[in-house]
C-alpha cells in the first residue's frame, strides 16, 4: 500500500510521460500491484510487460529505447 501512495505522489508530480515496466511472473510485485500502479499513472504512464519473473529479459533496454524514441 505504501508503494501504491508513494506512485500515487510520484504521477501526480510528474510533468512529462512515464514508462512501468512490469513483469508477469513478478515474485516481488503481483499483478494486482502493477495493475494500481498503472492506474495512479493514469494517461502519462506507458506500461510494457514482460513475461518473465523478476529478472527481465535482457531485450527489456530495447523497449526503454523504443519508448524513449516515441516519446521525443
Known amino acids: 500500500m505504501r508503494k ?5 505522489q510520484l504521477c501526480q508530480h510528474s510533468a512529462g510521460p512515464m514508462l512501468l515496466i512490469t513483469a508477469s511472473q513478478d515474485e516481488f510485485s503481483g499483478a494486482a500491484d502493477n495493475d494500481a500502479l498503472e492506474k495512479a499513472g493514469g494517461d502519462k504512464l506507458t506500461r510494457i510487460e514482460f513475461d518473465s519473473k523478476h529478472r527481465l529479459p535482457r531485450d527489456y533496454t530495447s523497449a526503454v529505447i523504443n519508448w524513449i524514441a516515441k516519446i521525443n
Request: aromatic letters at 0%; hydrophobic letters at 20%.
Open 4 to 8: 501504491r501512495r508513494r506512485i500515487h
